[in-house]
């Protein structure tokens, strides 16, 4: 199981690319560095999920916090939104929520 992120950064905005397995063996080290992902605020922050082999309800938990903690701060956009972090929205009774972030 691998998981790797990668940040991207324009004149005003962020783009957060996750790849792999977001689970809980492999989320730590993400999860220790969300508060300090995005050392100067810019207006927008896109999530990719396109590039997610898994997401354990754990990974779930984490995306919830990254949407969460930067929606304070600007716009939060998530883009190409598996399947399965959907299903855990619906049984969590957070897919309205989560929809209010999902770009089409």
């Given amino acids: 199981?691998?998981?790797?992120?990668?940040?991207?950064?324009?004149?005003?905005?962020?783009?957060?690319?996750?790849?792999?397995?977001?689970?809980?063996?492999?989320?730590?080290?993400?999860?220790?560095?969300?508060?300090?992902?995005?050392?100067?605020?810019?207006?927008?922050l896109e999530i990719k999920l396109n590039q997610l082999g898994t997401v354990d309800s754990a990974g779930f938990v984490l995306i919830c916090e990254i949407l969460h903690r930067y929606s304070k701060l600007g716009e939060v956009k998530l883009v190409d939104v598996p399947h399965l972090v959907l299903d855990f929205a619906e049984l969590y009774?957070?897919?309205?929520?989560?929809?209010a972030f999902i770009q089409p």
């Avoid at 009774?93 to 929809?99: E, G, N, V």
């Fill in 1 to 44: 199981m691998t998981f790797k992120w990668q940040i991207n950064s324009s004149e005003n905005a962020y783009c957060l690319q996750l790849a792999g397995d977001l689970t809980r063996s492999t989320l730590l080290p993400l999860w220790q560095q969300r508060a300090s992902l995005f050392q100067t605020q810019k207006s927008c």
């Fill in 93 to 99: 009774d957070l897919d309205q929520w989560l929809k």
